[in-house]
């Protein structure tokens, strides 16, 4: 990181607990990009059904089975609560409810569910809301917008069920390393290059807007948030700012000297108001997000603890100190498993992502070129859907490079257009062993190879992995 100031771009704030300016660049980011979030990252749940359908497949026979036992206590409501934080854009609830209702043939359980969607960006609601699988389930769709460490107006104990799916990544988190016989956290403070700032005619306006988090000015100037240029340094950790210091100081006993580890206190949070709104005998609280519970990994220097997607920071998930933190919350029921684990234990055979299967390809990786590597894409896609077969309707989202030679870009443009709409839903879809076998021949025509995806179905989970955390 820079740390000459004779040699820096231009200032634009002081040096903050990354977690402040954490914060701070994902209200610009959802703010200004919000309608495009899918061109910086997608979820498992953007366009896919197979993880929504799991969760319905889940409560569907944990509930039926609490009501069977007759474990629910008689002063309990009829109705079942479910919570989403961070809808995104409305996929998971509609597919979680629509297969819900399929399920439930004896209407036993989705007439008595009603599903919240939680955020704190008006926009993100009102967009998920108008999600078109949702029109048939809205006579039990709310939304809340606040805060969603305290959700103002829901009574202690009154939920059955709260989900949040790559969520905690986007939430503050502290970068906290031993020092010495101290704990230290990382500080940061934003620069603008110096391309973009030599473009900028009023840079006292674009300073004070920026600090102010005023929208409506700072879309008057050219998109910044790709052009931030950040200092770093160590600071002795404020403990009146961070909660859980006894479970946190435990757990870097466990890390070396100057190793820097997450601490997702956006995560915590999470937890902390789940204890409150949790029914005794709830079916619980679930977070899907990328990270490791593995102290070794943890304890690695070299470890990725962040990235950044269209300007706005993304962080690895400590399990280990969440589970930490949930059982000193008394949430003492826990479990952590890979997320494709917990998505092929309700199908019922093996599952890999599209992009997994990609990775197997002989050519995959480096050797190709940005447009090389679409054209796999949409021919492995095209392959696949000979097939198989989506409940719903969904039209995949491709967009094209501009580095792509004419006669190619005409060839995968055709491609795209004659993909059915009941097809892989998306690039990040979850493929089953079934629907590989189907498609062996025209897979193997591409240059797969039988073995490599036999091998990819059952490898061991990455040492940083999509997981499914569970509480309750």
């Excluded at 002081?14 to 899918?38: A, M, V």
């Excluded at 993304?314 to 003492?332: D, P, R, T, Y």
Aim: charged share 25%; with cysteine; glycine share 6%.
């Amino acid at each position: 990181m820079l740390q000459d100031a004779d040699a820096l771009p231009q200032l634009i704030g002081e040096y903050k607990p990354l977690d402040q300016w954490q914060t701070h660049l994902n209200q610009l980011f959802y703010g200004l990009r919000g309608d495009k979030l899918r061109s910086y990252y997608q979820t498992f749940a953007s366009a896919d059904f197979r993880l929504a359908h799991a969760l319905a497949a889940d409560y569907y026979e944990r509930v039926a089975k609490r009501e069977k036992t007759g474990s629910r206590p008689p002063s309990f409501s009829d109705r079942l609560t479910i919570l989403e934080l961070g809808p995104g854009n409305g996929n998971l609830a509609a597919c979680f409810l629509s297969h819900l209702n399929a399920l439930d043939r004896q209407r036993a359980i989705y007439p008595r569910v009603r599903y919240i969607m939680v955020d704190w960006e008006q926009p993100v609601l009102d967009g998920a809301l108008a999600h078109a699988d949702l029109a048939g389930h809205r006579d039990r769709v709310d939304t809340h917008c606040g805060s969603i460490d305290h959700i103002a107006g829901v009574a202690d104990g009154t939920i059955d069920r709260i989900i949040c799916n790559e969520l905690w990544n986007d939430l503050p988190t502290k970068l906290l390393a031993k020092q010495g016989g101290e704990v230290e956290e990382e500080y940061i403070r934003p620069n603008l290059s110096e391309t973009l700032h030599a473009t900028i005619q009023d840079w006292s306006a674009f300073v004070r807007a920026f600090q102010a988090k005023d929208l409506g000015v700072l879309e008057t100037f050219p998109p910044f948030l790709d052009e931030l240029v950040w200092e770093k340094e160590y600071r002795k950790v404020e403990w009146k700012d961070i909660p859980y210091r006894k479970t946190i100081v435990e757990f870097l006993q466990g890390i070396d000297q100057e190793v820097v580890v997450p601490v997702n206190v956006g995560a915590f949070a999470t937890l902390k108001e789940a204890k409150r709104l949790l029914a005794p005998d709830a079916i619980g609280f679930s977070a899907f997000d990328a990270g490791t519970a593995d102290m070794n990994v943890l304890n690695d220097p070299e470890k990725p603890c962040y990235g950044q997607f269209g300007g706005q920071y993304s962080f690895m998930i400590n399990f280990a100190l969440v589970e930490a933190v949930a059982k000193h919350l008394g949430m003492n029921k826990t479990s952590l498993e890979p997320q494709r684990e917990f998505v092929g234990r309700s199908l019922n055979t093996n599952a890999i992502t599209l992009m997994e299967l990609l990775a197997t390809h002989p050519s995959a990786g480096p050797k190709l070129q940005s447009w090389e590597q679409d054209r796999l894409v949409l021919k492995t896609i095209k392959a696949l859907n000979e097939t198989f077969e989506s409940p719903y309707r969904r039209r995949l989202e491709f967009p094209l490079g501009t580095n792509i030679p004419p006669d190619e870009r005409e060839t995968l443009g055709a491609i795209l257009r004659m993909l059915k709409e009941n097809g892989i839903p998306d690039t990040v879809a979850y493929l089953t062993e079934d629907e590989l076998t189907h498609a062996q021949k025209e897979l193997e025509d591409l240059g797969y190879e039988h073995e490599a995806i036999k091998m990819a179905l059952s490898a061991p989970p990455s040492p940083i992995e999509y997981c499914h955390f569970a509480c309750r």
